[in-house]
């Protein structure tokens, strides 16, 4: 119950505030980009052959902030008339000659499924079918019909032109004045239209195919045909309905997260990550409780050295188990310092979420808050990478802090470029522009990096993290390790639980940004993570126990890339879900999905991979800050 009651808190406040407006009161429509669940690689509303207005018209855009642009720009404005409670009927936009391009363009789009989307005060536009209960957002371009229903030789496809819109709004004058949206629908039509009149003057065309007395249908022997070869001549008109609805505006998203998963699935998901960490703790509590504090105290009691020297396992190491790592140490302080930040600035944006700063169905902004609070959590890589590199004995403390700026973004910046460069060559409007790339790397070198060097310079200005045992000059030699002991082994088992602890989730996450859902239960999402952390801290110990028992004292490494190889889980994941969910045409449609997923798998390891760190760390220096230790 309490889950539920996070949940719903968070989800209530995640789409803003209510707008109130007056008697034909004109309201701003905008166009989102045209996309497709098959190629994930969208476009502009007015690069199609829509009516485009002119250019001082095309400049409004809403505003956009920087992950808006990132995912293609803000919305453009549409010159569709929309005004408080005004009825339009058969309204004419603009007659248009399609170019071949323009025509080539709309049948390809069409045969790729692609959707236009519109939103009005900053509620998406729907299909809707309350007969057969559906909801869909945005509509089609148009549709393809085969030949078994036009006796043509080959598809035929036909074109959209006329859209039946209705606007859904609730007035409740003893709250507040004039009228809220609460729905925004359309119903498309393909009509080949037949008017009178000059065809230069639209004022003065008679349409013979609808009107205010005759509406729009949907006549097969009369659609929009769209031939091959340009030419093609079309009307684009319109009609708007307002209609009075019971709907709150509190409840007007609902509609929308028809066919998302109940709250009920998400609390199964948590029960399933639960006991995960129930099966972790009860091993954590046998280590610490019966194992470990049993031998501490039997070896604290040896009365000679000759007893000590019988000893076997994790006690005989104590002279060795703290000497630094002797393959690249400043990497792993690197990697941990990076996984530290991701960690913060992840638990600062959920907990913006639950508390209602951010909108569920704004992806841009979301996008925004992201990367300003990775780049502002810059001194918390800084710090952390710095106390580590000290503990390894690192003196070089400029190129470790040089290094912990430019790990991480690079290897994105240089995904994201190449991934620019095909859209950009697509014609794609995620293509990014030279500015936006320029505003990213400013605030990489003018704020990021900066805040990296004041936080290496009060890492290292901190004293060594102490270490309750000395380390003997001579290294002692490692036993031979079995198959279940091996670091190989050991690294590929301790993502697995980790990862299925947020498995579940994982599917809601990766439908919202594949398949055009809504993700809102941030609630929900804030305790997954949560356990997440709690997994990877338990079972990062268990690990780093049952190596210390073979005498392998080499466990800075292991920790880290144990609970980090949960990252190649969640890639693997994405294959999974890249074969039997999506239906992507095309190389690059594939690119953009496996890049950005690259990206989300290299964050989750890294930032798995430090928690699984810290929390070994903090095991090894409590069980052998017990010893007794001459």
Not at 230 to 236: A, F, N, S, T
Not at 564 to 591: H, I, N, P, R
Request: charge should be negative; aromatic fraction near 14%; hydrophobic fraction near 45%.
């Amino acid at each position: 119950a309490l889950l539920l009651d996070v949940a719903s808190a968070s989800s209530a406040s995640a789409f803003g505030g209510p707008q109130e407006y007056g008697m034909n009161q004109e309201i701003n429509a905008y166009a989102d980009l045209i996309e497709s669940s098959k190629t994930q690689v969208p476009y502009d509303y007015y690069s199609m052959g829509y009516c485009k207005p002119g250019a001082s018209f095309l400049k409004q855009r809403k505003s956009s902030n920087l992950g808006s642009k990132l995912q293609g720009g803000g919305s453009s404005l549409l010159h569709y008339t929309f005004e408080a409670k005004h009825i339009e009927a058969c309204q004419k936009l603009c007659l248009k000659t399609l170019s071949k391009d323009d025509v080539n363009k709309f049948r390809d789009a069409i045969a790729k499924e692609y959707r236009v989307h519109w939103q009005l005060d900053s509620l998406p536009l729907i299909m809707r079918s309350k007969e057969l209960d559906y909801v869909v957002r945005g509509f089609p371009l148009g549709f393809v019909a085969p030949p078994s229903l036009t006796g043509e030789q080959g598809d035929e496809y036909y074109l959209y032109n006329h859209l039946r819109l209705t606007v859904r709004y609730h007035e409740d004058p003893a709250r507040f004045e004039g009228l809220r949206i609460v729905g925004f629908e359309v119903a498309p039509f393909s009509i080949n239209h037949q008017y009178q009149g000059s065809a230069s003057n639209l004022d003065e065309l008679h349409l013979d195919t609808c009107s205010s007395l005759q509406p729009a249908i949907n006549d097969p022997s009369n659609f929009m045909k769209l031939s091959k070869g340009g030419g093609v001549e079309v009307l684009y008109t319109y009609d708007i309905d307002w209609k009075a609805d019971d709907t709150l505006w509190s409840n007007r998203w609902d509609v929308y997260l028809r066919g998302n998963p109940d709250d009920e699935v998400h609390v199964f998901a948590i029960v399933n990550s639960l006991m995960i960490i129930l099966f972790l703790s009860g091993i954590v509590a046998m280590i610490l409780l019966r194992t470990l504090h049993k031998e501490i105290s039997e070896y604290n009691e040896l009365s000679t050295l000759e007893e000590a020297q019988e000893e076997s396992g994790w006690k005989l190491v104590h002279a060795d188990v703290f000497r630094p790592p002797r393959t690249f140490p400043i990497a792993l302080s690197v990697l941990v310092g990076t996984g530290s930040q991701i960690g913060i600035a992840v638990a600062l944006m959920l907990l913006l979420a639950c508390m209602g700063f951010l909108n569920a169905t704004d992806k841009g902004n979301t996008l925004t808050m992201i990367i300003l609070l990775y780049v502002f959590s810059g001194s918390v890589a800084g710090y952390w990478s710095a106390r580590l590199y000290k503990l390894f004995g690192g003196k070089d403390w400029k190129t470790n802090t040089l290094a912990t700026a430019t790990f991480f973004p690079s290897c994105i910046v240089g995904l994201f470029v190449c991934l620019n460069i095909g859209l950009a060559t697509k014609g794609a409007a995620t293509a990014v522009s030279f500015t936006t790339i320029l505003a990213v790397f400013l605030l990489w070198i003018g704020v990021s990096t900066p805040l990296m060097f004041v936080g290496s310079y009060f890492g290292f200005r901190k004293e060594t993290i102490s270490v309750p045992l000395k380390t003997n000059q001579i290294a002692r030699i490692i036993p031979s390790q079995g198959v279940y002991t091996s670091p190989v082994f050991s690294i590929a088992v301790g993502g697995i639980l980790p990862f299925g602890s947020v498995c579940i989730e994982l599917f809601f996450i990766m439908s919202s940004l594949w398949l055009s859902q809504i993700y809102y239960v941030f609630g929900f999402l804030f305790v997954v993570v949560c356990i997440l952390v709690i997994t990877c801290a338990e079972m990062s110990i268990v690990m780093t126990y049952f190596q210390l028992t073979n005498e392998d004292y080499q466990w800075w490494w292991r920790s880290f890339l144990g609970c980090a190889s949960s990252g190649c889980y969640l890639f693997l994941y994405s294959v999974w879900y890249f074969m039997t969910k999506l239906d992507l045409e095309g190389f690059l449609s594939s690119l953009v999905y496996f890049t950005y997923n690259v990206i989300i798998s290299m964050a989750f390891g890294l930032f798995t991979g430090a928690v699984g760190f810290f929390s070994s760390l903090v095991f090894v220096r409590k069980i052998y800050g017990a010893l007794k230790v001459d």
